[in-house]
């Protein structure tokens, strides 16, 4: 049975795509929440409203901003910390 160069081409890139797919696996999670930053909200990335990640200098500062709020009594926190309406209250 002779080899051709088609048989080749196939065997070659069957082994690339293989290569190809085990290297998905080895990818650090450090650098997949990088490149999930750098990916715009219209592509499915993290809105622009999304709180900070965990372990940062603004996460801390956020949490203590948070907890602040939180302390506040209700009539002092202002609109942005008042709940949504609920959908029977938006029908009437």
């Known amino acids: ?26 990818i650090n999670e450090k ?22 990640r965990p372990g940062t200098a603004k996460y801390d500062e956020y949490m203590k901003e948070r907890e602040r709020k939180r302390l506040l009594p209700a009539s002092e926190r202002g609109e942005e910390a008042k709940p949504a309406p609920s959908p029977e209250e938006k029908a009437r």
């Open 1 to 26: 049975m002779t080899t051709s160069a088609r048989h080749i081409a196939t065997l070659l890139t069957v082994a690339l795509a293989g290569g190809g797919l085990t290297g998905c696996g080895t």
């Open 31 to 52: 650098v997949s929440a990088g490149v999930s930053d750098a990916v715009p909200a219209w592509l499915g990335g993290i809105p622009a409203d999304a709180p900070p």
